[in-house]
């Protein structure tokens, strides 16, 4: 399988298609709602201060509780679990729609991000559950993963923005939760495709060792990044009295098409050492942010950085679908989508303050300490990258899994 073809296939499997763009189109509406909210909260009150607690609310609340809810969705299904998320996500965003009061507004806010459903996590682990018998296939489903996640998070605050700059804060807000409820209602449907729920949970067993432990830092490592390079540029651009926007588009669109042409191929190196290459490559390109003279050159820096960011992203998924036993794939992803939230904000609020002080260049030189943590981390221990792979923490194989392991490199046997 090469190719556009790889893509096809996998959307052709029965339910795939199905379940994959239910959750796509909720990932557009999380990817609304913190900014959503902080602009609804803006226009009622006139302070960004109330806004950024709202929105902060959601966010950290969203980071906290997640991997909570994802272990509920592990030990009870997606089917049971995911209807009651989106009953009191709705209602919580329902709260914030009709309060006047400011308490109110930032409590309910906060309690819409606690439950949000995961819809990236369960759309992730639904490919491996449906792949569990073609698991040389799963890195091109996580790049389709990465491909809904970046479109995602392009769309999203692009259209949630406009909304509220056009004095419609509140159908943003609404627009936002309608798309989640819809994705998240059309996904609970899709009982075929959903994993079984585990007899037996296995979160100690796996989510504590240290092959995960790594792979939680190493997205806690590219959530510094993000959060590094997003105060940076909108730094950057001001200072040099340049749009922030074009800059942003640029970066993105080269992640967008370095994502879908690296699913296209089929790997035989196995995934650790490409995900050392990665991070090699990034932290290369990150060394040229700093010294760009103006705009344009930032944008195409940035945008050499960007080609980094999906590979590294599918391969991080692959790695964590290999080191965790399958009851505790949920939690996993959760808690990765938690640390590099939490790397962001961390590095934002420090990426600020460098830049106050020492301008923006001096902001975006950040950018090289995330992108060397990742390296770091990446390598094996002992210094040798593996032919094999990491030793995974895995169920009991099926004969057809069993054969799948044994005709995929990557994969332990």
Not at 7 to 17: Q, V
Not at 95 to 113: D, P, R
Request: hydrophobic letters at 50%; aromatic letters at 6%.
């Amino acid at each position: 399988m090469s190719g556009a073809g790889g893509y096809r296939s996998l959307l052709c499997t029965r339910g795939a298609a199905a379940f994959f763009v239910a959750a796509a189109v909720g990932r557009v509406g999380i990817a609304m709602t913190g900014l959503g909210l902080v602009w609804l909260v803006h226009a009622r009150t006139g302070s960004y201060g109330t806004a950024g607690l709202a929105g902060g609310g959601f966010a950290l609340a969203e980071a906290l509780w997640g991997p909570q809810v994802a272990r509920l969705v592990d030990q009870f299904g997606q089917t049971c679990v995911l209807p009651c998320c989106l009953v009191a996500h709705g209602g919580a965003i329902a709260v914030v729609l009709g309060s006047s009061g400011v308490a109110a507004e930032v409590v309910a806010a906060s309690c819409a991000g606690a439950v949000v459903p995961q819809l990236g996590a369960l759309s992730g682990a639904r490919w491996a559950y449906l792949l569990r018998e073609r698991t040389e296939e799963l890195p091109t489903a996580f790049s389709l993963e990465s491909l809904a996640n970046a479109t995602a998070f392009l769309l999203g605050p692009v259209l949630v923005t406009s909304l509220g700059a056009s004095g419609h804060e509140a159908p943003a807000t609404a627009v936002a939760a309608s798309l989640i409820l819809a994705g998240g209602a059309v996904l609970a449907a899709e009982r075929r495709t959903a994993p079984t729920p585990a007899k037996t949970l296995h979160t100690g067993q796996t989510l504590l060792r240290p092959a995960f432990a790594r792979i939680a830092l190493m997205n806690l490592a590219l959530g510094m990044y993000f959060g590094t390079t997003q105060v940076s540029v909108s730094a950057f651009a001001l200072d040099h009295g340049a749009p922030a926007a074009p800059i942003v588009a640029v970066a993105s669109v080269s992640g967008l098409l370095s994502g879908w042409v690296y699913g296209l191929r089929r790997h035989r190196t196995p995934a650790r050492r490409r995900l050392l290459r990665a991070g090699v490559y990034l932290t290369g390109a990150s060394a040229v942010l700093p010294l760009a003279p103006n705009a344009l050159w930032l944008a195409a820096a940035l945008a050499l950085t960007e080609a980094a960011i999906p590979p590294t992203l599918v391969l991080l998924n692959v790695e964590t679908e290999k080191s965790v036993h399958p009851t505790a794939l949920t939690q996993a992803f959760t808690w990765n989508n938690s640390a590099s939230a939490a790397g962001s904000a961390l590095a934002a609020s420090l990426a600020g303050r460098v830049a106050d002080g020492g301008g923006a260049s001096a902001a975006l030189a950040l950018a090289l300490v995330p992108a060397a943590g990742l390296v770091a981390l990446a390598r094996p221990p002992g210094g040798r990258p593996s032919r094999r792979g990491s030793t995974g923490c895995r169920g009991p194989a099926s004969p057809g899994r069993r054969r799948a392991r044994r005709r995929s490199s990557s994969r332990p046997s």
